[in-house]
C-alpha cells in the first residue's frame, strides 16, 4: 500500500507539469487555432527565469584574500554576493535561499511579454496557415530559443534548489497509517499547479474577458462582428498561456536542475495529453494529464513491468502513454473531452 | 594522325573523374595507409559532443584537443610534454609535420558520430580521429576507424565493452573502465560501510551501465553486500521519482546510482529529495554511492553529491608534476582547471604523437606497434601501460568524494584515495571482457 500511494502522488506530480503544459496548449490551440510547438520551450523559459534570478542574486563582490591560494597557486579571490553585503548574511542568504519562490514574482512579467513578443512577432503571420506550416515555425522556434539558452547556459543542468525549509520529506502516508514520505516541494508543486488550474478556470469562467474569450473560442467572427476587439484578448490569452507554461517551469527548477532541453521532454508527451483529452478542451486537457501521469507512474513499478514483461511486453513504462493514446482514439477519435468540429474541417 | 577520338576522350574523362571523386580511403591502394599526409602538415580529427546532453564535455575535450596541437607545435609552455617520460616530442610538430585539426559534432548519438567521424577521414584527411563521450559513441566511431584503417585514440569511455569485447586493433583507450572503478570503490565501501549491506541498483540501460552495475555488484558482493534488485532506466528519463520511489520499502540501505552525466543529477536529486540519505534501514544510515563522478557533472548535482562515495580517472587537485603542469597550462588559458575528460583527451592527442615520432610514420600499424605495451610516466596517472592484448590503459585509480566545505565552484571533489594499479588490474580474458576479439591493425591499404 506505502509503494503505491507514493506512485499515486508520483502521478499526481507528474499529472501536474502534463496537465500545466497541457492547458497553455489548448487555450492557444483554443483560442487562436495555432499548434504551438514552442510551448514547451516556454516552459523551458520559465524555468530559465528562475536560474537567472539565481546568478543574477550571485553576482559577487571579489576580494582577494592572500592567505587562501586558488587551483594556479595565486591568492584566493573571494566572492561575496552583493546581496549579502547589502543586506547582511542573515536576510541576504535568506533571499538567495527563496530564489525559486521569488523567480514567480519575475516570471510573471516576463513571460507574459514574451508570449506578447512571440505571438505579435511571429505567430500572427501563420494564422491564416495549413497546421503544418504553424508547427514547423513553433518547433523552429522552439530550437532556436534551445539554442539560445544554451550558448548562455550551457548544456550541463544547472541545480537550483528549493528553500531549506522545503528540502526532505514529510510522512504524508502517516495521515492514512502508512510509511511513505514524499518530497515536501513536490507536495508543493501539486498543490501550485491546482491554484493555477483552478485560477484559469476561474478567470475564464467568472470574468467578462474571460466570457469574451469563451465566446471568441465558439464563435470567433460573431464576437467580432460584435465590436469586440477579439484579436486583442486572444493576444492576451497567448501571454497568459506562455505565463502558465512559464511559471510551472519555475517551479519545477528544484525538482530536476533545470537544462536547455527540458522544454522537449514535456513537449511530446503534452501534445499526447491534448489529442488524448481532446482539441480544444480545456477540462480534458487537466484530466488527461492527471491520468496519463498516474498511469505512467504505475507502469514504472517494478510488479506491473514484471507482469507486462511475462505478457512479452517490455518497459511498459516507456510506451504505456502511447498505448492509452491509441485505445482512446479508437474508442473516441475526439478524444475523452473533444468536441465536433475541432480540427476536422 | 592523332589516337584521339571522341569516345576515347570520354572514357578517359570517366575514368580520371570517377578516381578523384572517390573518397581517399577507397583508393589508399595506392598509398601506403590511409590518409597519408604528403604537405607539411598532418590533420587530427577531434569528434566530440558540441550540442546534446555532453556539450559542456565535449566543450571541455576540445579546449583540451587545441591545448595539445598548441603545445606539439611548439606554442605555450609545452604542458606535459615537459613532464612526460619519453622526450620524442620537441614540439616541432609530428614527424615535422604541422599538426592542423577539424572537428566533428558526435551530439553524444553513434549514428551522428559515425557520420562526422566518416566526413573527417574521407573529405578532410584527417590520419587520426580521437573523442566521445559515451561508450556508445566511442564503440561505434572506433568500428568505424578499424574499418577505415586510421587510429581511433579513446576520450571518455567507460564500458568494458570499449576493451572488452568491442575491441579493435586500431582503437586505444586512455581512460579507465566500470571494472577498475568498481575494484577501487568496493574496498573503500566496505571500510566505510561494513560488509553487512543490501543495495538497490539503478541502471542507465546502455552498453556503459550494464558493463558498470555488472562490475559494481561483483565487487561489492565480492565484499560480503547482497544486491537486492538492479532497475534499468532508459537514457532519456529526466524524472526518476517513479524509479526512487520504491527503494523506499525494498529493504535497501545502500542505492547504486549507476548513471552518468543528466541521469546522475537528476537521479541524485531525486533519491536526496525522497530523503534516502536520511533514513534509517536495517539499523544503519541509508547511503547513496556513484560509480563513476564528473566534476562537470558533480557540480549540476550541486550539494547533493556532499559526502558521496565515486570514482574518477583523474582530478585537478592532484599533486605530481604532470598534473601540475596540465593544470597550469589549461587554468592559464583558459581560466578554470580542466575536468578529467580534457585530461583523457590531452593525454591520448600526446601519446599519439608520441607514437608517430617513436615508430616514425603514421602508418596505423606502426603506431598501433609503438603504444602497445608501452610504458610512461609524468601524465598525471603515475606509471602507466597500454597493454598490448586489450589497448587498455592500467594505471592507478582515484575513489574520491564530494566535498563536505567547497572552497569553489571547482573544488566538489575531493581524493579520498589513490588505488594503485594492481588492485584494479585484471587479465586480458576476464570473463567481463569477454566475447571480442582484438583483430588485426587495418592501415587502410
Given at each position: 500500500?506505502?509503494?503505491?500511494?507514493?506512485?499515486?502522488?508520483?502521478?499526481?506530480?507528474?499529472?501536474?507539469?502534463?496537465?500545466?503544459?497541457?492547458?497553455?496548449?489548448?487555450?492557444?490551440?483554443?483560442?487562436?487555432?495555432?499548434?504551438?510547438?514552442?510551448?514547451?520551450?516556454?516552459?523551458?523559459l520559465g524555468a530559465f527565469c528562475a536560474v537567472s534570478l539565481q546568478k543574477l542574486m550571485s553576482v559577487s563582490k571579489i576580494t582577494i584574500d592572500p592567505s587562501q591560494?586558488d587551483?594556479?597557486?595565486?591568492p584566493l579571490k573571494v566572492k561575496t554576493p552583493y546581496v549579502v553585503e547589502w543586506f547582511g548574511p542573515k536576510f541576504g542568504n535568506a533571499i538567495i535561499d527563496w530564489n525559486v519562490p521569488l523567480a514567480i514574482i519575475v516570471a510573471i512579467p516576463v513571460m507574459l511579454l514574451?508570449?506578447?513578443?512571440?505571438?505579435?512577432?511571429?505567430?500572427?503571420?501563420?494564422?491564416?496557415?495549413?497546421?503544418?506550416?504553424?508547427?514547423?515555425?513553433?518547433?523552429?522556434?522552439?530550437?532556436?530559443?534551445?539554442?539560445?539558452?544554451?550558448?548562455n547556459f550551457?548544456?550541463?543542468p544547472i541545480p537550483t534548489p528549493a528553500p531549506d525549509q522545503f528540502v526532505g520529506s514529510y510522512?504524508?502516508?502517516?495521515?492514512?497509517?502508512?510509511?511513505?514520505?514524499?518530497p515536501y516541494w513536490r507536495l508543493i508543486y501539486f498543490a501550485f499547479s491546482?491554484i493555477i488550474?483552478?485560477?484559469?478556470?476561474?478567470?475564464?469562467?467568472?470574468?467578462?474577458?474571460?466570457?469574451?474569450?469563451?465566446?471568441?473560442?465558439?464563435?470567433?467572427?460573431?464576437?467580432?462582428?460584435?465590436?469586440?476587439?477579439?484579436?486583442?484578448?486572444?493576444?492576451?490569452?497567448?501571454?497568459?498561456?506562455?505565463a502558465?507554461?512559464g511559471l510551472a517551469g519555475v517551479m519545477y527548477t528544484p525538482i530536476n536542475s533545470p537544462?536547455?532541453?527540458?522544454?522537449?521532454?514535456?513537449?511530446?508527451?503534452?501534445?499526447?495529453?491534448?489529442?488524448?483529452?481532446?482539441?480544444?478542451?480545456?477540462?480534458?486537457?487537466?484530466?488527461?494529464?492527471?491520468?496519463?501521469?498516474?498511469?505512467?507512474?504505475?507502469?514504472?513499478?517494478?510488479?506491473?513491468?514484471?507482469?507486462?514483461?511475462?505478457?512479452?511486453?517490455?518497459?511498459?513504462?516507456?510506451?504505456?502513454?502511447?498505448?492509452?493514446?491509441?485505445?482512446?482514439?479508437?474508442?473516441?477519435?475526439?478524444?475523452?473531452?473533444?468536441?465536433?468540429?475541432?480540427?476536422?474541417? | 594522325?592523332?589516337?584521339?577520338?571522341?569516345?576515347?576522350?570520354?572514357?578517359?574523362?570517366?575514368?580520371?573523374?570517377?578516381?578523384?571523386?572517390?573518397?581517399?580511403?577507397?583508393?589508399?591502394?595506392?598509398?601506403?595507409?590511409?590518409?597519408?599526409?604528403?604537405?607539411?602538415?598532418?590533420?587530427?580529427?577531434?569528434?566530440?559532443?558540441?550540442?546534446?546532453?555532453?556539450?559542456?564535455?565535449?566543450?571541455?575535450?576540445?579546449?583540451?584537443?587545441?591545448?595539445?596541437?598548441?603545445?606539439?607545435?611548439?606554442?605555450?609552455?609545452?604542458?606535459?610534454?615537459?613532464?612526460?617520460?619519453?622526450?620524442?616530442?620537441?614540439?616541432?610538430?609530428?614527424?615535422?609535420?604541422?599538426?592542423?585539426?577539424?572537428?566533428?559534432?558526435?551530439?553524444?548519438?553513434?549514428?551522428?558520430?559515425?557520420?562526422?567521424?566518416?566526413?573527417?577521414?574521407?573529405?578532410?584527411?584527417?590520419?587520426?580521429?580521437?573523442?566521445?563521450?559515451?561508450?556508445?559513441?566511442?564503440?561505434?566511431?572506433?568500428?568505424?576507424?578499424?574499418?577505415?584503417?586510421?587510429?581511433?585514440?579513446?576520450?571518455?569511455?567507460?564500458?568494458?565493452?570499449?576493451?572488452?569485447?568491442?575491441?579493435?586493433?586500431?582503437?586505444?583507450?586512455?581512460?579507465?573502465?566500470?571494472?577498475?572503478?568498481?575494484?577501487?570503490?568496493?574496498?573503500?565501501?566496505?571500510?566505510?560501510?561494513?560488509?553487512?549491506?543490501?543495495?538497490?541498483?539503478?541502471?542507465?540501460?546502455?552498453?556503459?551501465?550494464?558493463?558498470?552495475?555488472?562490475?559494481?555488484?561483483?565487487?561489492?558482493?565480492?565484499?560480503?553486500?547482497?544486491?537486492?534488485?538492479?532497475?534499468?532506466?532508459?537514457?532519456?528519463?529526466?524524472?526518476?521519482?517513479?524509479?526512487?520511489?520504491?527503494?523506499?520499502?525494498?529493504?535497501?540501505?545502500?542505492?547504486?546510482?549507476?548513471?552518468?552525466?543528466?541521469?546522475?543529477i537528476?537521479?541524485?536529486t531525486?533519491?536526496v529529495q525522497?530523503g534516502?540519505r536520511d533514513?534509517?534501514?536495517?539499523?544503519?544510515?541509508?547511503?547513496?554511492?556513484?560509480?563513476?563522478?564528473?566534476?562537470?557533472?558533480a557540480r549540476g548535482a550541486g550539494e547533493n553529491v556532499k559526502g558521496?562515495?565515486?570514482?574518477?580517472?583523474?582530478?585537478?587537485?592532484?599533486?605530481?608534476?604532470?598534473?601540475?603542469?596540465?593544470?597550469?597550462?589549461?587554468?592559464?588559458?583558459?581560466?578554470?582547471?580542466?575536468?578529467?575528460?580534457?585530461?583523457?583527451?590531452?593525454?591520448?592527442?600526446?601519446?599519439?604523437?608520441?607514437?608517430?615520432?617513436?615508430?616514425?610514420?603514421?602508418?596505423?600499424?606502426?603506431?598501433?606497434?609503438?603504444?602497445?605495451?608501452?610504458?610512461?610516466?609524468?601524465?598525471?596517472?603515475?606509471?602507466?601501460?597500454?597493454?598490448?592484448?586489450?589497448?587498455?590503459?592500467?594505471?592507478?585509480?582515484?575513489?574520491?568524494?564530494g566535498k563536505e566545505n567547497p572552497t569553489s565552484e571547482f573544488d566538489v571533489?575531493?581524493?579520498?584515495?589513490?588505488?594503485?594499479?594492481?588492485?584494479?588490474?585484471?587479465?586480458?580474458?576476464?570473463?567481463?571482457?569477454?566475447?571480442?576479439?582484438?583483430?588485426?591493425?587495418?592501415?587502410?591499404?
Amino acid at each position: 500500500m506505502d509503494a503505491i500511494l507514493l506512485q499515486i502522488l508520483n502521478g499526481l506530480d507528474k499529472g501536474s507539469a502534463y496537465a500545466l503544459i497541457a492547458l497553455g496548449l489548448t487555450l492557444i490551440f483554443g483560442t487562436l487555432g495555432v499548434v504551438n510547438f514552442a510551448h514547451g520551450a516556454l516552459f523551458m523559459l520559465g524555468a530559465f527565469c528562475a536560474v537567472s534570478l539565481q546568478k543574477l542574486m550571485s553576482v559577487s563582490k571579489i576580494t582577494i584574500d592572500p592567505s587562501q591560494l586558488d587551483f594556479l597557486g595565486k591568492p584566493l579571490k573571494v566572492k561575496t554576493p552583493y546581496v549579502v553585503e547589502w543586506f547582511g548574511p542573515k536576510f541576504g542568504n535568506a533571499i538567495i535561499d527563496w530564489n525559486v519562490p521569488l523567480a514567480i514574482i519575475v516570471a510573471i512579467p516576463v513571460m507574459l511579454l514574451v508570449g506578447y513578443v512571440m505571438e505579435r512577432g511571429l505567430i500572427k503571420h501563420f494564422y491564416k496557415r495549413p497546421h503544418a506550416d504553424q508547427i514547423l515555425v513553433t518547433f523552429g522556434l522552439a530550437i532556436v530559443i534551445q539554442e539560445l539558452v544554451k550558448a548562455n547556459f550551457g548544456a550541463n543542468p544547472i541545480p537550483t534548489p528549493a528553500p531549506d525549509q522545503f528540502v526532505g520529506s514529510y510522512n504524508i502516508g502517516a495521515l492514512i497509517g502508512l510509511d511513505a514520505s514524499y518530497p515536501y516541494w513536490r507536495l508543493i508543486y501539486f498543490a501550485f499547479s491546482a491554484i493555477i488550474i483552478s485560477s484559469v478556470f476561474a478567470f475564464l469562467r467568472f470574468t467578462t474577458f474571460g466570457m469574451v474569450v469563451r465566446a471568441g473560442m465558439a464563435d470567433r467572427e460573431t464576437v467580432g462582428l460584435l465590436g469586440i476587439n477579439i484579436d486583442r484578448r486572444f493576444t492576451i490569452m497567448f501571454g497568459i498561456a506562455a505565463a502558465v507554461a512559464g511559471l510551472a517551469g519555475v517551479m519545477y527548477t528544484p525538482i530536476n536542475s533545470p537544462n536547455y532541453h527540458m522544454g522537449m521532454d514535456f513537449l511530446v508527451l503534452s501534445f499526447v495529453v491534448v489529442v488524448v483529452g481532446g482539441m480544444g478542451s480545456l477540462p480534458g486537457a487537466v484530466l488527461a494529464g492527471f491520468l496519463l501521469g498516474v498511469l505512467e507512474s504505475f507502469a514504472s513499478m517494478n510488479e506491473v513491468k514484471g507482469f507486462f514483461e511475462m505478457l512479452y511486453l517490455p518497459s511498459i513504462d516507456q510506451i504505456i502513454i502511447y498505448l492509452v493514446a491509441i485505445i482512446v482514439l479508437l474508442t473516441r477519435p475526439r478524444g475523452l473531452m473533444g468536441k465536433a468540429g475541432v480540427m476536422e474541417e | 594522325m592523332s589516337n584521339f577520338t571522341r569516345r576515347g576522350l570520354i572514357k578517359t574523362g570517366a575514368t580520371v573523374g570517377a578516381g578523384l571523386a572517390m573518397p581517399t580511403f577507397i583508393t589508399s591502394p595506392l598509398a601506403a595507409y590511409t590518409n597519408a599526409p604528403t604537405g607539411g602538415s598532418v590533420t587530427l580529427g577531434f569528434n566530440v559532443p558540441q550540442s546534446g546532453p555532453y556539450a559542456d564535455e565535449g566543450a571541455d575535450e576540445l579546449r583540451a584537443y587545441k591545448l595539445a596541437v598548441e603545445h606539439l607545435n611548439g606554442g605555450g609552455d609545452g604542458g606535459m610534454m615537459n613532464t612526460f617520460s619519453s622526450k620524442s616530442l620537441t614540439g616541432n610538430g609530428i614527424l615535422g609535420k604541422k599538426v592542423e585539426y577539424v572537428t566533428g559534432d558526435t551530439q553524444t548519438k553513434s549514428d551522428a558520430a559515425r557520420a562526422s567521424a566518416k566526413s573527417m577521414i574521407e573529405k578532410d584527411n584527417a590520419v587520426m580521429i580521437t573523442g566521445g563521450s559515451s561508450s556508445g559513441v566511442a564503440i561505434a566511431v572506433q568500428g568505424l576507424c578499424q574499418e577505415a584503417g586510421v587510429i581511433f585514440m579513446a576520450g571518455l569511455t567507460h564500458s568494458n565493452d570499449t576493451t572488452g569485447k568491442d575491441k579493435k586493433a586500431n582503437g586505444f583507450r586512455h581512460f579507465f573502465n566500470g571494472y577498475m572503478s568498481a575494484a577501487a570503490l568496493a574496498p573503500v565501501l566496505e571500510a566505510r560501510y561494513g560488509k553487512d549491506r543490501n543495495a538497490y541498483h539503478l541502471t542507465a540501460d546502455y552498453t556503459w551501465g550494464w558493463t558498470q552495475q555488472e562490475s559494481i555488484a561483483a565487487a561489492t558482493e565480492a565484499k560480503g553486500w547482497n544486491t537486492v534488485n538492479n532497475v534499468l532506466t532508459p537514457l532519456a528519463t529526466t524524472d526518476f521519482s517513479s524509479y526512487v520511489a520504491p527503494v523506499l520499502n525494498s529493504g535497501a540501505d545502500i542505492l547504486v546510482l549507476n548513471h552518468y552525466g543528466g541521469n546522475m543529477i537528476n537521479s541524485l536529486t531525486s533519491a536526496v529529495q525522497f530523503g534516502l540519505r536520511d533514513k534509517i534501514v536495517n539499523g544503519k544510515n541509508f547511503e547513496i554511492v556513484v560509480p563513476l563522478y564528473s566534476r562537470l557533472m558533480a557540480r549540476g548535482a550541486g550539494e547533493n553529491v556532499k559526502g558521496i562515495f565515486g570514482s574518477t580517472n583523474w582530478h585537478w587537485s592532484l599533486s605530481d608534476e604532470g598534473s601540475k603542469a596540465f593544470v597550469k597550462s589549461f587554468g592559464t588559458k583558459y581560466g578554470f582547471p580542466p575536468s578529467q575528460a580534457a585530461h583523457t583527451t590531452y593525454v591520448q592527442t600526446l601519446l599519439y604523437a608520441d607514437a608517430c615520432e617513436r615508430s616514425g610514420t603514421f602508418n596505423p600499424c606502426g603506431v598501433s606497434e609503438a603504444l602497445e605495451g608501452f610504458k610512461f610516466d609524468g601524465m598525471g596517472n603515475g606509471p602507466t601501460e597500454y597493454r598490448a592484448e586489450d589497448h587498455q590503459c592500467f594505471k592507478d585509480v582515484l575513489v574520491v568524494k564530494g566535498k563536505e566545505n567547497p572552497t569553489s565552484e571547482f573544488d566538489v571533489l575531493e581524493v579520498v584515495e589513490i588505488t594503485p594499479r594492481a588492485q584494479v588490474e585484471y587479465s586480458a580474458d576476464h570473463p567481463m571482457f569477454a566475447g571480442g576479439a582484438l583483430g588485426k591493425c587495418n592501415p587502410g591499404a
